[in-house]
C-alpha cells in the first residue's frame, strides 16, 4: 500500500468515527428510475424503545374488563382525556389530546405481526428490517427507501439519525451514509480545521479506488461527512422559532430536527428515539413521565413546524416493539406483550381512532390479539408520503391502509 493511501486510511479512520457515520460494507443495490414526484415529503421517525404499554396509552376507559385486570395500574375514568365514548389519551398526553383537536393526529390501532416475538432486540430488528430473521439483511426498510430516493439526487444526506445511541438498524442503507449526531453543535467543524479538512478531501479524491472496496467506502463515508458537516455550519442561519421547547432528551432532538428541516440539508427522514418503556415494576410514575415527555415535545416539534410554514411537508411517526400483556404482574407493572398503537402527526392525515382496538376478552394468551400488520403502515406512508415502491423495499405487496386524507 502506497503511503497516500495509508495516510489517507488513518485520517479517515479517526474522522469518520469522530463524525459519527455508520460503517457499513458497499453492496450492490438495484436503481429505481422515476423518483422525482414528492421529494419534499419528509419523514421524522420517533421510536419509542422498550415496549410501550398501549393499554395505558390509549384507555380504554368504558371496558370493565380493562379495571379489572388491572386493578392498579389502569387509569381512572375521571382522568382520562376523551378522544370519544370508549377511549381516552393517558392524562399525561394533553400534547397528543391538543394535537387531535387541531386536526393533526392519528391513533393506528391493533398494530403488530403474526406469531410475535417478545424479545425486545429480536422484536425491534423485525421492525426495522421487515423480516423475521435480522441476519438475513444489512440494511433496514429505511434505509432500503433512501436507497431509491437518492437516486438521481445530488445531495447525500437523504436521511440522519439524531441521539446518543447506537445507530437503529432500519436505515442501515447500502448505498449511502446516513450520518448520526448528537447536537448540531457537536457536529459543525470549527473553521480553524478547513485545512485538515481540504487535506483529507484531497487525499480522498486524489486515487482511483475502483478495485479497492475498502478504501472505496472510506473514502465515500469521508466525503460524505465532510460534506455534511460543511452544511450544518449553515443551520446557525436557518429559520429560528418562537416556540419554547420542553427541558427534555426527546424535546431537544426533535428541535434539532425541526433546525435540520429549515436549513435545507436535503434529508428526507428523520429517527430519534426515547428510552425507558420497558416497564416491568412499578409502572405508573414512569410510564407517566415518559407519555408526558413524549405528547409534550411533539406538540412542541408540530408548533414549530407551523411557524415555520413547514406543518405540511413532515409526517411524524411513532412506534414501538410491542406493547404489554393485558394483566398487570406482581410488581406493579406490565410484562411484555404483543398488539399496540402507533402514532402518525401531520397534516393531510386521517385523525382519530384508526382501526378497531382489540378485544380485551378475546385474547391470545393473555395477550391482544393484532389485526393491522405494522408493515401496511409502512407501505402506506412509503407510497403516498415519500412516493417509493414499498414492494422492493418490503419484499412483498402489502394492502394500504386509510391514513391520509384523499385529495
Partial sequence: MSLIRRE?????????????????APAFWGKIADQ??????????????GGNDGLNTIVPYTQDEYYKQRPKLAIPKNDVLKI??????????????????????????????????????????????????????ADGWLGRAIDQMAEGVSTET???HIGNRKQPLAVASRHHRVPSIRTI????????????????????QSE???????????????????DV????????????????????????KLKTVSQLIASEIGARVYYVEIDGFDTHAFQAPAHTALLRELGDALKAFAEDLLEKGMQEQVLTMCFSEFGRRVAQNASDGTDHGTAAPMFLIGSGIETGLIGKHPSL??????????????????????????NCDSSLILDKQYESLPLFVAS
Fill in 8 to 24: 489517507f486510511l488513518q485520517l479517515t479512520a479517526t474522522g469518520s468515527a469522530v463524525l459519527g457515520f455508520q460503517q457499513t
Fill in 84 to 137: 370519544d365514548n370508549e377511549f381516552g389519551f393517558n392524562p399525561a398526553l394533553d400534547g397528543f389530546s391538543e394535537l387531535l383537536e387541531a386536526g393533526l393526529l392519528g391513533v393506528v390501532q391493533g398494530v403488530g405481526y403474526a406469531q410475535p416475538n417478545r424479545s425486545h432486540f429480536e422484536s425491534m430488528d423485525i421492525w426495522h428490517t421487515c423480516q423475521r430473521k435480522a441476519g438475513d439483511r
Fill in 208 to 226: 482511483n479506488s475502483a478495485g479497492d472496496s475498502l478504501l472505496n467506502f472510506v473514502q465515500t463515508s469521508t466525503t460524505t461527512a465532510i
Fill in 158 to 160: 437523504t436521511g440522519m
Fill in 36 to 49: 422525482a414526484a414528492g421529494q419534499e415529503n419528509i419523514l421524522v421517525v420517533v421510536q419509542l424503545t
Fill in 185 to 204: 453543535e457537536q457536529f459543525r467543524l470549527q473553521s480553524q480545521e478547513k485545512a485538515s479538512i481540504e487535506a483529507m478531501r484531497s487525499l480522498a
Fill in 229 to 252: 458537516s460543511q452544511k450544518l455550519q449553515q443551520v446557525k442561519n436557518s429559520k429560528s422559532t418562537n416556540v419554547i421547547y420542553p427541558e427534555s432528551e426527546l424535546a431537544g
Fill in 361 to 386: 376478552s378475546n385474547l391470545d394468551n393473555g395477550d391482544l390479539k393484532f389485526h393491522t400488520d405494522f408493515r401496511q403502515v409502512y407501505a402506506t406512508i412509503l407510497e403516498n408520503w415519500l
